[in-house]
């Protein structure tokens, strides 16, 4: 290892960070693969993420539409 690759600014370790959460995608597109993804979940554990993600998606884009 070079001494040039350990000495990297923390604007560059910043940029390249993912952000601390997601941004949520409450476009229809979103909504239509979500329900897409529920109507095809095997088990009950995928089900109830996605169930979970559908409810965050509907509140954020009735709570942007307000």
């Given at each position: 290892?070079?001494?040039?690759k350990?000495?990297?600014?923390?604007?560059?370790?910043?940029?390249?960070?993912?952000?601390?959460?997601?941004?949520?995608?409450?476009?229809?597109?979103?909504?239509?693969?979500?329900?897409?993804?529920?109507?095809?979940a095997?088990?009950?554990?995928?089900?109830r993420?996605l169930?979970?993600?559908?409810?965050?998606?509907?509140?954020?884009?009735?709570y942007?539409?307000?």
């Amino acid at each position: 290892m070079g001494a040039g690759k350990l000495s990297r600014s923390r604007e560059d370790v910043t940029s390249e960070a993912a952000p601390a959460t997601p941004l949520l995608d409450t476009s229809k597109k979103a909504l239509h693969a979500c329900l897409k993804r529920i109507k095809d979940a095997k088990n009950e554990n995928d089900l109830r993420r996605l169930t979970e993600e559908l409810q965050r998606i509907v509140f954020h884009k009735q709570y942007r539409n307000a």
